[in-house]
């Protein structure tokens, strides 16, 4: 059984196609019917992941070639849920590592290589996308060469073999001047190039759990594969944390295997097997399941740790409560207690008062879907503004660094490098990459990277790309200056008038628009000056029966800016708030009164 089954894991960086290539791996092995209606991209099977494109979740899925099922798990791509990747790689045998031909190996590609090169995974290179004209297949070669090197790669994962191949359009060839038909050499090369899975299939069961998720008929279901051993449905079993503690002893009362993208029942399971297991209720991510006679617990790789958080507290607008259904502290506290249970990449900390709940997590952009995530399910909650993590290291204060990788047209290269530089970032690498762009590389504290991702598209246009990836701790950089522009603030409670806005347009730009339910406190616009504002935006014109030349010109207003989610997030200073509910995103205050806002400053000095 071992010998005719393969587990692999896809990696990439973000966009890079490879969730477009596991479809039409999917397709070529024969996993759908000829009239079977397929969406793209159904690994993405969560709404944010099909709505940004991205993969948040890792998920394993199983394809049928010949005699040998391969195991496939599909990976994200960005480094704020590297969690993920940390733990799914010990489910892998090999790594199929993916490449656009155009853009070659970025930051997140290096991060999760890193991890799977320590692991000892032999990897297989596919340079993807490669029917874009502006694709340069050779040089990417040689940077994924250089990239492997640089990570430390033994001479075994060095010798990697090279596939040049389109996802979407569903063909791979070893050499470009080859037929391109189909994905048939990718799934011969994975049985040629990847081992077996090994592992004693008489010694007594273990599985390390990797993933944890609920299932409506299962309850909690463990994802991961098994090291040793085999188990049968209704073997009993207990969880060994990392310590070797017992958590819990059970019964396997369900076991799944995966086909496709479905899970499908067994009687039995072996070693190299990735299974889903149910009937536990306290084991979680990280520990062993193992048979009754098992001493020891399945090594774990350590995941890094977080290096940002947020507070989430009770929204106390004066409009909460009007369109969400889970408002109370307890059920916040609830909902990130099961969300810190089942991803190991965030954290989770109370408040004196238990009020407040601190959420850790690698970047905006994953405390940012956590939050999207509980406002579509009905919460309404207060975000603070983003604060990154400091260590302590002999007395002296550390803080988390980024390496930024930015591409941008040579035009804004020099804008670009003042407002990084303002950020206390130091530029390590600068070179032409070809067609009029040029890719500059810094390394800047986490601080600084804090809402700069909206004011660094202004600069370039919308052309440039920004990447970034955690780097290492280093010696506090001092201060760093925040947002130039004060708040525009609403001093009354009611709707918003088109008259009241368009005479306000000249103090600035406005987030609101007309007809908007506003409250004291709220922000809605931004100062073109430093200091904060407070505005009537319910003011309405006075009506007479008089008529006069020039009165009745037509009120035009500019469209409010709109912001995203994560935008908002880094946008607010550290004396206002971010009011989530399922149905708006508003900004406001700490202190919505302007007489508690003057006491605050007046202590704070």
């Known amino acids: 059984m071992a010998q005719e089954l393969r587990n692999i894991a896809i990696i990439a960086h973000v966009d890079h196609g490879k969730t ?3 479809d039409s791996l999917m397709k070529q092995s024969g996993m759908f019917r000829a009239n079977q209606a397929v969406d793209e991209r159904v690994m993405d099977s969560n709404d944010l992941e099909r709505e940004r494109g991205i993969t948040i979740l890792a998920k394993p899925t199983s394809v049928q070639w010949g005699e040998t099922r391969i195991n496939i798990i599909d990976t994200p791509g960005h480094a704020d849920f590297g969690g993920e990747v940390e733990r799914v790689l010990h489910m892998a045998d090999g790594v199929i590592l993916l490449t656009d031909a155009a853009e070659g190996p970025m930051p997140q590609t290096k991060f999760v290589l890193g991890k799977a090169l320590k692991q000892g995974l032999k990897p297989i290179v596919i340079i993807n996308k490669i029917d874009r004209a502006d694709q340069r297949a050779e040089e990417v070669v040689d940077e994924v060469f250089d990239l492997f090197v640089s990570l430390d790669a033994n001479d075994e994962q060095l010798d990697f073999p090279i596939l040049y191949a389109s996802g979407r359009d569903g063909w791979c060839v070893k050499d470009l001047a080859d037929p391109r ?3 048939h050499p990718l799934l011969d090369l994975v049985l040629e190039h990847v081992p077996a899975p090994a592992g004693d299939i008489n010694a007594p069961f273990a599985m390390l759990a990797t993933l944890l998720d609920s299932d409506p008929f299962l309850g909690r279901c463990l994802t991961g594969r098994v090291i040793q051993g085999k188990a049968k449905v209704n073997d009993n079993v207990k969880a060994l944390n990392l310590d070797g503690e017992v958590v819990e002893q059970g019964r396997l009362t369900k076991l799944l295997t995966f086909d496709g993208t479905e899970r499908v029942p067994v009687s039995e399971v072996k070693v190299g097997d990735i299974i889903c297991i149910a009937g536990l209720s306290e084991a979680s991510v990280a520990d062993t399941i193992g048979a009754p006679t098992l ?10 740790p977080p290096t940002m958080a947020v507070m989430i507290s009770v929204n106390d607008s004066p409009f909460a409560g009007k369109e969400g259904k889970k408002v109370t502290s307890t059920m916040i506290r ?7 249970e089942t991803n190991v990449a965030i954290t989770f900390e109370e408040s004196a008062g238990k009020d407040a709940f601190q959420i850790g997590g690698r970047g905006e952009l994953q405390l940012g879907v956590l939050i999207e995530t509980m406002r579509r399910e009905g919460f309404e909650l207060t975000v603070s503004r983003p604060k990154v993590l400091f260590q302590e290291e002999n007395g002296q204060r550390m803080e988390p660094i980024e390496e930024v990788t930015i591409d941008v047209d040579e035009e804004y290269s020099s804008t670009v490098v003042d407002k990084m530089n303002r950020r206390k970032a130091e530029m390590t690498d600068m070179r032409s990459s070809g067609a009029g762009k040029t890719r500059i590389t810094f390394l800047a504290p986490s601080r600084g990277l804090i809402g700069y991702q909206s004011q660094f598209l ?12 955690f780097h290492s701790y280093a010696p506090y950089k001092g201060d760093i200056p925040q947002r130039r522009h004060g708040s525009l603030i609403s001093n009354d409670t009611g709707t918003a008038v088109a008259y009241a806005l368009f005479n306000l347009q000249e103090r600035g730009t406005m987030f609101i628009g007309h007809q908007t339910p506003v409250y004291e406190g709220m922000i809605i616009g931004e100062n073109s000056r430093e200091e904060d504002l407070e505005v009537n935006v319910l003011k309405g014109k006075k009506l007479t029966n008089v008529r006069a030349s020039g009165t009745d010109d037509a009120v035009t207003l500019t469209p409010p800016r709109k912001m995203s ?4 997030m880094s946008y607010i200073n550290d004396d206002e708030l971010l009011e989530v509910t399922p149905q708006s995103l508003r900004l406001r205050k700490l202190h919505l009164c302007p007489h508690e806002r003057k006491r605050a400053s007046r202590a704070a000095e």
């Open 181 to 183: 038909e189909n994905l």
């Open 458 to 469: 202004t600069d370039t246009r919308g052309t440039g790309v920004f990447n970034r990836i």
């Open 20 to 22: 477009t290539l596991i």
């Open 334 to 340: 609830e909902r990130l207690l099961a969300e810190a």
């Open 565 to 568: 989610l994560e935008d908002m």
């Open 295 to 304: 001493d020891a617990p399945v090594a774990s790789t350590p995941i890094d």
